[in-house]
């Protein structure tokens, strides 16, 4: 099972900010925070991970609270290329696999 | 680079008959998943490889579905007796050691008629 919660669907208009939250209560000291996005009929892509500190790449930023019970997953400003099912995965790196919930659908409206 | 390649990208097939779906990782890369996914849902574990053995099988629904990765690179998921129930999106995903991020490919799509 998924060690992940994340709400059914997000919507957000074009251009703003879209902020993805993903609760991961029962998260261990060695488990990382992994996040994807599944646009229709592709594979999954992937978009950023972190451990405890805050991650910025070229396509979002990964911000976990410091008990790491928590994440959000943060566009800074979304297109409408960006909508997709987002998800959210935590998972050690000792060679777990990803496990893979229902998601978050991110509805980028004009 | 080149990313993970899977082939065929569709394939229909009748009930009861054989399948392959073959799966070409990024160069390098020694860890390979397959993953299956029915239409709504997010993706489902079936195989774990590390180099050339499957480090973990137990997402793998029975014993019609069976997984190879002969030489540590390229990897071919084998169905026998395929069943209508069968048909989704078969991914594979490849990664450069287990510390890292994992990269999928397009997947297959299987129709069993």
Same mark, same amino acid.
């Given at each position: 099972?998924?060690? %992940? ?23 261990? *000291? ?19 991970? +972190? ?27 979304? %297109? @409408? ?16 696999? /990803?496990? /893979?919930?229902? +998601?978050?659908? @991110?509805?980028? !409206?004009? | ?37 029915? !239409? ?5 574990? @079936?195989?774990? /490889?590390? *180099? #050339? ?5 137990? $997402? @793998? ?10 030489? $540590? ?8 007796? #395929?069943?209508? $129930? ?13 510390? %890292?991020?994992?990269? /999928? ?5 299987? %129709?069993?008629?």
């Amino acid at each position: 099972d998924a060690k %992940t919660t994340q709400p059914p669907s997000m919507d957000c208009a074009e251009g703003r900010a879209a902020n993805l939250p993903c609760n991961h209560s029962t998260i261990s *000291g060695n488990e990382y925070v992994y996040w994807y996005r599944q646009i229709h009929s592709q594979g999954p892509q992937y978009i950023i991970h +972190g451990l405890k500190n805050n991650e910025t790449n070229e396509m979002a930023s990964l911000i976990i609270t410091e008990d790491r019970k928590s994440s959000t997953l943060i566009l800074p400003h979304a %297109t @409408l290329r960006d909508t997709a099912v987002y998800y959210c995965i935590v998972r050690d790196n000792y060679g777990q696999n /990803f496990v /893979f919930g229902p +998601g978050t659908r @991110l509805s980028v !409206l004009p | 680079g080149a990313g993970v390649s899977q082939t065929p990208s569709n394939k229909v097939t009748e009930k009861g008959k054989y399948v392959e779906l073959r799966c070409d990782p990024i160069s390098g890369h020694t860890a390979l998943y397959w993953y299956r996914q029915s !239409l709504g849902q997010g993706p489902e574990f @079936l195989i774990y /490889f590390q *180099g #050339t053995g499957a480090a973990d099988d137990s $997402g @793998l629904p029975n014993d019609r579905f069976f997984a190879v990765r002969p030489e $540590g690179s390229v990897s071919t998921l084998k169905i026998q007796r #395929t069943e209508r $129930g069968d048909s989704a999106m078969y991914l594979c995903a490849s990664q450069r050691q287990k510390n %890292t991020e994992a990269f /999928f490919g397009q997947g297959t799509r299987l %129709t069993v008629v």
